[in-house]
């Protein structure tokens, strides 16, 4: 393949201690540790071209919703070389809070949505607590201005941003969840976002407890295989468990910034 490969990396903005099992896995045992889950946003980047995926949450949305902010996602692109004043392409994989808060920094970014998830975050179900709990209005509205400005790029299921880099609607967690599929240095990878949040959930069936349609999250899980050239090139989007398989971008960045597109263990700077 003649495609430039891309770099990815992970940063690591949140986190918050879960109290149970419970709160990552339907049906759970009451009495299984929750751990803790972590907050991510990605940047995927080749000589060419470079886009952010989501946006993560603000920190007065943090405190909010009793999660620890860490830093703002903006420090971590700012770290890896691309302030976010100067991004010009934010995948948005949903619509919920921890995923497309602070709209304000990327002042020249185009959004890529799914026709789906707006529909669905502006729609009926929005009426209902149980499905519009992860979502936070002003984002939403926000995100409607945006619109209306011609900010926004909207996609209705699979689609090509750029060669090695395609988007896929999956649906489950959200109506119009969408997956990110990157080509890097070790082949096809597939950033889950909340296809999957944890290992766990794709690699033992283990539904999380927001979900619009279990079928959809099901069948996901597999969507996410099929797109991956290996099951361990499938990144969940808040599994702590990424910081410790993956190397430090650099080692300032230990417990903060992970590259992806490496073999765990690796060294990010081996050139394949």
Sequence with gaps: MSTLPYEIYAIRYAT????HAGENFIGADPHESGGRMDYYCWLV????????????FTAEVGNKRGRQFLRCPSEGLA???????????????HLHYDHIGNFDLFPKAAFHLQDREMAYATGRHMASPVMSGAYEVEDITAMVRQVYRGRV??????????PGLTVHHVGGHTDGLQIVRVYTRLGWMVLASDATHY????????LFPIVFNVGAMVQGWQRCRELADQ???????????VLKRYPAARPDTTDWIARLDCEPGMDPTVQL
């Design 16 to 19: 918050v201690a879960r109290k």
């Design 45 to 56: 980047r080749n000589a060419e071209r470079s886009y952010v995926v989501d946006t993560g």
């Design 79 to 93: 770290a890896l070389g691309l302030p976010a004043g100067e991004v010009s392409d934010v995948i948005v994989t």
């Design 153 to 162: 790029h909207f996609y209705d299921g699979d689609a090509t941003l750029a």
């Design 199 to 206: 290992y766990a959930n794709m690699q033992e069936a283990r």
């Design 231 to 241: 099951p361990q090139y499938v990144i969940p989007g808040h599994d702590p468990e």
